[in-house]
């Protein structure tokens, strides 16, 4: 059984190495952009945004498991900002565990989701958040839905 404790230093390439690999694994086949994908993301710039005493560092959450970092989850206010969990370890309660620790710790109320993300949204349903009906678009090419505690 894993505990949940905040981000720190040292566990930055671990963090980035999981938002790495969702991003490939649950977004590439939506979006189909190599140069994105495969150069310009990558584990080092990425674990370069978890620095000591950064603002993505102070925010972070992870699902430790004795020892190996299984999920993390991002804060910032009342929205979850970001909620990965290693996909060798999804389905296992991980997500859910980390959703109801910002819930009830930080009394988080509400996220954006990609679209396209079904699977996604279905966990976040199952969770106790609903689609609503607003929509952005980030990055002018990622749509992504908002979706609030009930």
Same mark, same amino acid.
């Given at each position: 059984?894993?505990?949940?404790?905040?981000?720190?230093?040292?566990? &930055?390439?671990?963090?980035?190495?999981?938002?790495?690999?969702?991003?490939?694994?649950?977004?590439?086949?939506?979006?189909?952009?190599?140069?994105?994908?495969?150069?310009?993301?990558?584990?080092?710039?990425?674990?370069?945004?978890?620095?000591? !005493?950064?603002?993505?560092?102070?925010?972070?959450?992870?699902?430790?498991?004795?020892?190996?970092?299984?999920?993390?989850?991002?804060? !910032?206010?009342?929205?979850?900002?970001?909620?990965?969990?290693?996909?060798?370890?999804?389905?296992?309660?991980?997500?859910?565990?980390?959703?109801?620790?910002?819930?009830?710790?930080? !009394?988080?109320?509400?996220?954006? &989701?990609?679209?396209?993300?079904?699977?996604?949204?279905?966990?976040?349903?199952? !969770?106790?958040?609903?689609?609503?009906?607003?929509?952005?678009?980030?990055?002018?090419?990622?749509?992504?839905?908002?979706?609030?505690?009930?």
């Amino acid at each position: 059984m894993g505990t949940i404790r905040p981000s720190k230093a040292s566990d &930055a390439s671990r963090i980035a190495e999981i938002i790495i690999t969702n991003y490939r694994v649950n977004f590439y086949p939506f979006f189909h952009n190599d140069a994105y994908y495969f150069n310009e993301l990558n584990v080092v710039d990425m674990a370069a945004e978890y620095t000591e !005493n950064s603002e993505s560092l102070k925010n972070t959450y992870v699902y430790d498991d004795n020892g190996v970092v299984k999920g993390i989850i991002r804060i !910032n206010g009342i929205e979850i900002e970001k909620l990965y969990v290693e996909p060798q370890f999804q389905s296992q309660g991980i997500g859910a565990q980390l959703l109801k620790f910002a819930v009830t710790e930080f !009394n988080t109320s509400f996220l954006w &989701a990609l679209e396209y993300n079904k699977r996604g949204i279905t966990f976040y349903q199952r !969770n106790g958040f609903i689609h609503t009906d607003e929509k952005i678009i980030e990055d002018e090419w990622v749509p992504l839905v908002k979706m609030i505690r009930l």
